[in-house]
Nanobody, 122 residues
Framework: VQLQASGGGLVQTGGSLRLSCAVS????????MGWFRQAPGKEREFVAAIRTNTGRTYYTDSVKGRFFISKDNARNTVDLRMNSLKFEDTAVYYC????????????????WGQGTQVTVSS
């Protein structure tokens, strides 16, 4: 299973970005797809996830109402739409896949993309 993340970049505070994750191999509709981020000097943290079979979504509190995760089962892709970006959203963002339900811990995710940098200028 391979995950390819794209869409990062530099944006001003209050701006928007869309990240995309393309999944090849495996059985996409059996996964929970997640987005995580890691800022310099900090641990990798959960951002959002979506069940590819039901579409149920999960968000960490700090991004609720600003970030929106979506999926396309026909294209095997998962997007993260990020609005009203803040300086503290600056991080490397990773997409990941797991067959385990109910976990927001990176250790429970089996497959990872390479990461894409998101920089929000203040």
């Amino acid at each position: 299973v391979q995950l390819q993340a794209s869409g990062g970049g530099l944006v001003q505070t209050g701006g928007s970005l869309r990240l995309s994750c393309a999944v090849s191999g495996g059985a996409f509709s059996t996964y929970v797809m997640g987005w995580f981020r890691q800022a310099p000097g900090k641990e990798r943290e959960f951002v959002a996830a979506i069940r590819t079979n039901t579409g149920r979504t999960y968000y960490t509190d700090s991004v609720k109402g600003r970030f929106f995760i979506s999926k396309d089962n026909a294209r095997n892709t998962v997007d993260l739409r990020m609005n009203s970006l803040k300086f503290e959203d600056t991080a490397v963002y990773y997409c990941a896949a797991t067959v385990k339900y109910g976990s927001n811990w990176p250790v429970d995710y089996d497959y990872w993309g390479q990461g894409t940098q998101v920089t929000v200028s203040s």
